[in-house]
């Protein structure tokens, strides 16, 4: 299998310069990819077509970016082949993989979610296949691809075409939070998986760890970060510090009515 590796940089930032390093160093080639690294300080969109004209020059089967700021397992490659012997064609792979409910997938013991978005830009990949009708579907739209940044724009075409993100449980790469975010995104609520390779002692390169348990991985909703995931409506009184998982009063007093065999009145 042949992977094309595209790195986005930006020069010039002490931390950012230090983190490429590492991450170079951390990618220990046993099967040398194709590898190119974008330093031109340019709009994201600009960028971006950049990327998916090199992945298509390469002829690669699968076309990868790792951003600047990522962290990867020492094994990196040898288990992101074992994942990609599973990852179905028309499916992207989010490997930023920061859905909260993840940690509920591992309890489970699934090495998948599906998400109908939520691919984040920081480590995401596709087939070559796939990546030639999304290339299509973006010169096809050029007013959109101009407005929107590069992994939100991938949603919008996974969403329209049908098509879902698979998201490995542990993920095999992790995003320097410390590093400040280019795009001013330092508040964001999900920046970090939260189940890595650090979590779990597996051997990630065998192809048998990553099956999926069924035809496909559970197809996870969106949370809304700024409401309650219960009601969707009420503001957020709780957070839970293991999922991330946001709640109003109103649910949480349900909740225990319930397990107190209570029933509460009231919306939500």
């Not at 940044?149 to 698979?166: C, F, H, K, Q, T």
């Not at 979590?199 to 990553?210: F, S």
């Not at 409401?227 to 109003?248: H, M």
Request: glycine share 6%; with cysteine.
């Amino acid at each position: 299998m042949r992977i094309a590796l595209c790195i986005p940089h930006l020069p010039g930032i002490p931390k950012r310069d230090e983190s490429y390093e590492r991450l170079l160093a951390d990618l220990v080639f046993d099967a040398p990819p194709d590898v190119c690294t974008l330093t031109d300080k340019e709009p994201n969109h600009v960028w971006a077509a950049k990327m998916r004209a090199w992945w298509l020059s390469t002829g690669a089967d699968f076309c990868l970016t790792l951003q600047d700021d990522t962290l990867v397992s020492p094994s990196f490659w040898a288990e992101l082949r074992a994942m990609l012997t599973h990852l179905p064609r028309g499916a992207a792979l989010g490997l930023s993989s920061v859905h909260p409910m993840q940690t509920e997938i591992a309890r489970q013991c699934l090495r998948w979610y599906a998400t109908r978005a939520w691919l984040v830009g920081w480590a995401w990949g596709m087939w070559r296949e796939d990546l030639v009708v999304y290339d299509a579907w973006c010169r096809g739209n050029p007013e959109r691809v101009a407005r929107t940044n590069e992994d939100s724009l991938v949603n919008e075409w996974l969403i329209e075409s049908g098509r879902s993100a698979w998201h490995p449980v542990p993920t095999i790469a992790d995003h320097d939070t410390s590093i400040a975010s280019t795009y001013a995104n330092d508040q964001h609520v999900h920046r970090r998986p939260l189940v890595t390779w650090r979590d779990v002692t597996a051997d990630l390169t065998r192809e048998e760890y990553w099956l999926p348990s069924g035809a496909a991985p559970p197809l996870l909703e969106m949370p809304l970060p700024r409401v309650c995931w219960f009601c969707r409506v009420g503001k957020p009184d709780f957070r839970s510090d293991q999922s991330g998982c946001l709640l109003c009063s109103l649910c949480v007093l349900k909740m225990v009515g319930q397990r107190m065999g209570l029933r509460l009145q009231g919306g939500g």
